[in-house]
């Protein structure tokens, strides 16, 4: 059985937060990153021993970062196939290529959780210009029009909500080029996510649920443990572990939920990486994401997901950076700030985030009120 052993280097296709934070982690467990990124001095560049600054899609420098490499992983969906085959040939990728295939279009991953009767919201695919029309009849108004590939922070997706707006959605897939889905509005109460690890031999962990709100589409904070029943607990994480299993998973997948007005669980998407709604991990739990992320996919046995106290995790967009900074002396004791060191701080751009931690809901989220940040 392979055990890639600290000492080793560790390849991260994409320098982002998500590389940033897996580097940091690692080399703290004594592992080499080098990452490949467009981006002189990237995020995750910034703390990796090596950084490659060249396009994901240049060959020259992917076979570079899988040359330097005793294994190889990824912190976005978005690789070509041409290039994970290249990882694939040169180095050791043990998330292997399949996984990214499904994940990176929501019409192969929707078609492969229902083969595995994971309940999902009804959809279509949009075939002509009469479909966006039928669909009304199928799935009722409102309904969500997204981009079957990369789409993220709600980009690539539009909620159609009366007939009068019907030409407006046949413009918006005439001129997307690209094929399209349309979705039953799921009303929740809840949106919740698992992130469930699973090594290569086959050993698998959950972290805690998280509790999720978004604002404008992109996560602004997440509350563990998430204020459900037992039941819609164990729902979520068998959920989680049904798919992380049927998929062979290997390393982390973070799995995004509904949890309907009626109390049921379906499934939105997949994420086969670290998730926003898991950095509650790093000062919450015993093993962080990050680490049980090095550990799956290095062939060490999976640490510890204990929740040792409740938290609050509020993301730090551009629009908030200066607030945090000016009142930074102001933070409590029990917060924890992690930025990632983004150059340029444009609106909705995930500069950083803040794990709260503290004994109860209401009295964190009175800290957070009365920093006055995020209102
Ligand atoms: N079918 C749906 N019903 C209700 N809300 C939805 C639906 N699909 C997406 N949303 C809302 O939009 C957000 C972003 O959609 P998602 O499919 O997760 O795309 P992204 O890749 O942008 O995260 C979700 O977190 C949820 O709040
Ligand atoms: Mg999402």
Same mark, same amino acid.
């Given at each position: 059985m392979k055990v890639i052993k600290p000492g080793s280097t560790i390849g991260i296709l994409g320098g982002g937060q998500l590389g940033r934070m897996i580097s940091i982690t690692g080399r703290n467990m004594g592992y080499r990153f080098v990452t490949l990124d467009p %981006?002189?001095?990237?995020p995750c560049g910034q703390v990796a021993d090596l950084q490659i600054t060249a396009? +994901?899609?240049e060959l020259k420098a992917v076979k570079a970062l899988a040359d330097s490499s005793d294994v190889i992983t990824y912190?976005?969906?978005?690789?070509?196939s041409t290039i994970t085959s290249i990882l694939e040939t040169t180095s050791?990728?043990?998330?292997?290529s399949e996984l990214l295939k499904i994940t990176q279009n929501r019409i192969r991953e929707k078609s492969t959780l229902k083969s595995f009767h994971v309940p999902v919201a009804p959809f279509l695919v949009i075939q002509s210009e009469n479909d966006i029309e039928t669909a009304i009849d199928r799935l009722g108004l409102p309904y969500i029009m997204k981009t079957?590939? !990369? !789409?993220?922070? !709600?980009? !690539?997706q539009w909620v159609i909500k009366s007939k009068e707006e019907i030409p407006f959605a046949m413009e918006v897939w005439n001129k997307a080029g690209i094929d399209m889905i349309i979705e039953q509005f799921i009303p929740f109460s809840k949106e919740l996510s698992v992130i469930v690890a699973r090594n290569i031999h086959g050993q698998t962990k959950t972290f805690p649920v998280a509790e999720n709100d978004h604002i404008n589409n992109i996560l602004h904070q997440s509350f563990?443990?998430?204020?459900?029943?037992d039941e819609q607990r164990i729902q979520a994480e068998s959920t989680a572990l049904k798919i992380a299993d049927s998929l062979q998973v290997v390393g982390l997948i973070a799995i995004e939920m509904f949890l309907t007005n009626d109390g049921e669980i379906i499934v939105n998407e997949l994420a086969p990486r670290p998730h926003?709604?898991?950095? +509650?991990?790093?000062?919450?739990?015993? %093993?962080?994401q990050f680490e049980q992320h090095i550990r799956a996919i290095c062939g060490m046995p999976l640490g510890d997901t204990t929740l040792l106290s409740p938290i609050i995790m509020v993301n730090i967009l551009g629009q908030h950076l200066n607030k945090v900074l000016d009142k930074i002396d102001q933070l409590p004791p029990t917060a924890k700030l992690h930025l990632y060191g983004k150059k340029e701080s444009v609106e909705?751009?995930?500069m950083g985030h803040i794990n709260f931690l503290g004994s109860t809901f209401e009295q964190i989220d009175e800290e957070i009120k009365n920093l006055g940040i995020w209102s």
């Amino acid at each position: 059985m392979k055990v890639i052993k600290p000492g080793s280097t560790i390849g991260i296709l994409g320098g982002g937060q998500l590389g940033r934070m897996i580097s940091i982690t690692g080399r703290n467990m004594g592992y080499r990153f080098v990452t490949l990124d467009p %981006t002189p001095n990237s995020p995750c560049g910034q703390v990796a021993d090596l950084q490659i600054t060249a396009p +994901y899609t240049e060959l020259k420098a992917v076979k570079a970062l899988a040359d330097s490499s005793d294994v190889i992983t990824y912190e976005f969906e978005n690789v070509d196939s041409t290039i994970t085959s290249i990882l694939e040939t040169t180095s050791f990728v043990p998330q292997g290529s399949e996984l990214l295939k499904i994940t990176q279009n929501r019409i192969r991953e929707k078609s492969t959780l229902k083969s595995f009767h994971v309940p999902v919201a009804p959809f279509l695919v949009i075939q002509s210009e009469n479909d966006i029309e039928t669909a009304i009849d199928r799935l009722g108004l409102p309904y969500i029009m997204k981009t079957a590939t !990369g !789409g993220y922070d !709600g980009k !690539g997706q539009w909620v159609i909500k009366s007939k009068e707006e019907i030409p407006f959605a046949m413009e918006v897939w005439n001129k997307a080029g690209i094929d399209m889905i349309i979705e039953q509005f799921i009303p929740f109460s809840k949106e919740l996510s698992v992130i469930v690890a699973r090594n290569i031999h086959g050993q698998t962990k959950t972290f805690p649920v998280a509790e999720n709100d978004h604002i404008n589409n992109i996560l602004h904070q997440s509350f563990v443990p998430a204020r459900i029943t037992d039941e819609q607990r164990i729902q979520a994480e068998s959920t989680a572990l049904k798919i992380a299993d049927s998929l062979q998973v290997v390393g982390l997948i973070a799995i995004e939920m509904f949890l309907t007005n009626d109390g049921e669980i379906i499934v939105n998407e997949l994420a086969p990486r670290p998730h926003n709604s898991g950095h +509650y991990s790093m000062d919450a739990c015993i %093993t962080s994401q990050f680490e049980q992320h090095i550990r799956a996919i290095c062939g060490m046995p999976l640490g510890d997901t204990t929740l040792l106290s409740p938290i609050i995790m509020v993301n730090i967009l551009g629009q908030h950076l200066n607030k945090v900074l000016d009142k930074i002396d102001q933070l409590p004791p029990t917060a924890k700030l992690h930025l990632y060191g983004k150059k340029e701080s444009v609106e909705n751009r995930k500069m950083g985030h803040i794990n709260f931690l503290g004994s109860t809901f209401e009295q964190i989220d009175e800290e957070i009120k009365n920093l006055g940040i995020w209102s």
